[in-house]
């Protein structure tokens, strides 16, 4: 079955950086598209970054483009989405899902419980 894990938040100050993992098992991991969406309190739930199955093609949003990178380890069925120059307004709830910019699996029982990152002075 398929399931995903997401790791990696805590508190951060700006400018400072943070590593999230998601830790796939359950479907051949290499095979699938692989995105990172965010929902802070209050607002909807937001996509930020994806990344074919080779980790070759990323794509991000206006938001956080320059200074997030996704990347994949397909060895060990891991996403990653490095956090750098974080800003306030990059505190939410982090999850990662299969597909490009689809949020399939979030909120479903295959998603995970996110990863809370928090920007604070």
């Known amino acids: 079955e398929v399931q995903l894990v997401e790791s990696g938040g805590g508190l951060a100050q700006p400018g400072g950086s943070l590593r999230l993992s998601c830790a796939a098992s359950g479907f051949r991991f290499i095979s699938y598209y692989m995105s990172w969406f965010r929902q802070a309190p209050g607002k909807e739930l937001e996509w930020v970054s994806s990344i074919d199955g080779n980790g070759n093609v990323a794509n991000y949003s206006d938001s956080v483009k320059g200074r997030f990178t996704i990347s994949r380890d397909n060895i060990e069925s891991t996403l990653f989405l490095q956090l750098d120059s974080l800003k306030t307004e990059d505190s939410a709830k982090y999850y990662c899902?299969?597909?490009?910019?689809?949020?399939?699996?979030?909120?479903?029982?295959?998603g995970g419980q996110g990863t809370q990152v928090t920007v604070t002075s």
């Open positions: 899902t299969r597909g490009w910019k689809s949020k399939m699996d979030i909120g479903t029982p295959r």
